[in-house]
């Protein structure tokens, strides 16, 4: 198999927070929070649906009282005579149960849609997690990289700050003009407004990341390099059957399915079944009330079947087949989406990796230019506007050095993530 190699960050003892420290905390966002009770209320809602499977007990009590007493009339040569067929005073009690016996598959085709839609709750909860990490991960590199360049320039000025001194020298004995004295001093100001701007551009990143992961972010501390190797095809595999949105999108085809088979339901006839002990009486007694038994229990069934209603249960079971079918279609285009997407991260990889060699031999050009700068200058061969360029090149050099090497760890924190959320920890724990 294709392998894919790259530099992979490893945790070490730090002061900082480092990035393992920091990715635990991504338990602790408050929109992870709010999805979990949401998957939570929709596991409740599942357990609820199940119930639908079991037979209802009720206990009823009622009382009420008649304006009239109930009569009957009979007719006598002639003549209508009224006889009371009860009381004003009626009181009813009853124990009732009831089971659905057959549904046409309704009952179990509700549960099986709960039990999909709970699954796919927690399978959001799961991708929604993913995605924490991945934004995580970005604003740690990107703090990271504000940091690394923050360090770049305080060299940079520390640098500048003893050409000024020698060049302060050269001036007071009218060795260089004034121009190139403010030149020096210009370019200080310049890297002191940069080291601000930096500055302030990496509280705003930490604030950004306490504010995901709702927890107080002081430091990004990110680990050496070390190389190790990935497999391409392997993942990829592990995206298409097990990431959590390709799950997600699965468990939707289970609800669709679930729909088909409630949308046949109304095909088929319903039988009911139904018990009840039932007493009444003209007190709270339930003791009768002289005209008609006080037991009034049953055991009985209902069937029903629809024959026809206009075509309405066909152009549903219709819908629900064009939509499982629609599910299909977007889970085929997500899977082929999942597999660009990789191939663009490997090869991204690739030239990351690229220029990160390019990086180091820049590094290694622009210090030997400045040292060489630097002692032209000490000597009168080189103008103070040479130094500081050469001063601002080598600052800019590491920083992109150090800039690349933040882009290679997010580049295979990445391809972990595009593969699964698993995948991700458990290189976390490895390392």
Known sequence: MKLKTLFLLLPTLLLAQSYTQIIKDVDNSLSLKSATQMQQAAQKLYESTKGKN?????????????????????????RSVDAPMGTKENFKGAISLKYPLFTGFAISALIDQAKFQNEQAKLKVADLKRNLYLNTTK????????????????????????ALKKAEGFYENGLIPPSDLYNIKA????IEADITELKARQQQLLNTLSYLLHTKIDSVELPPLKKISLNKEALLQKALTSREDIKALE?????????????????????????????QGDTPALNGNGYINPDQSYVGATLQW???????????IEAAKLKELATLTKLNEYKEKIRQEMENAFLELDALHSKYQSTQMEVKAKEEYYNLTL?????????????????????????????????????????????????????????
């Open 306 to 316: 629809n024959l026809f209603n206009g075509m309405s249960d066909e152009k549903k």
């Open 54 to 78: 079991y037979p209802t007990l009720d206990a009823s009590f009622t009382a009420f009282r008649l304006y009239e007493t109930p009569t009957i009339t009979f007719y006598q040569a002639g």
């Open 251 to 279: 468990a939707a085809l289970g609800i669709n399915k679930a729909e088909i088979k409630m949308a046949k339901s109304h095909n088929y006839p319903t039988l009911v079944l139904a018990a009840e002990l039932k007493r």
């Open 375 to 431: 002692g032209r200058f000490e000597n009168q061969l080189a103008s103070a506007d040479e130094l500081s360029r050469s001063i601002a090149d080598l600052a800019s050099a590491k920083a992109k050095s150090a800039i690349i090497q933040n882009e290679i760890f997010k580049q295979y924190q990445t391809i972990l993530l595009l593969t699964n959320t698993d995948e991700f920890l458990k290189r976390q724990r490895e390392h």
């Open 139 to 162: 604003l740690c590199i990107a703090i990271s990289t504000t940091k690394q360049s923050f360090e770049a320039m305080q060299k940079a000025k520390e640098a500048t700050k003893k």
């Open 187 to 190: 370019k200080m100001y310049q």
